[in-house]
């Protein structure tokens, strides 16, 4: 029986360490795209004062 309670908490633990790698990987990607962005948008002012 403990057995069988230890391996259920093995589950549980693997998979709440499964949904926070998945929420960082959510994270980390969702900041690329802003970092992404705001490089997009510093590079097109620095072509439109260049060319002035």
């Known amino acids: 029986m ?6 259920a908490e093995w589950d ?7 949904r926070a790698a998945l929420a960082l990987q959510e994270k980390e990607a969702e900041e690329a795209r802003r970092l992404r962005q ?13 060319l002035s």
């Open 12 to 18: 549980l633990q693997r998979i709440l360490a499964a």
């Open 38 to 50: 705001e490089l997009d948008t510093y590079n097109n002012q620095l072509a439109k004062e260049q």
């Open 2 to 7: 403990k057995e069988a309670q230890d391996e």
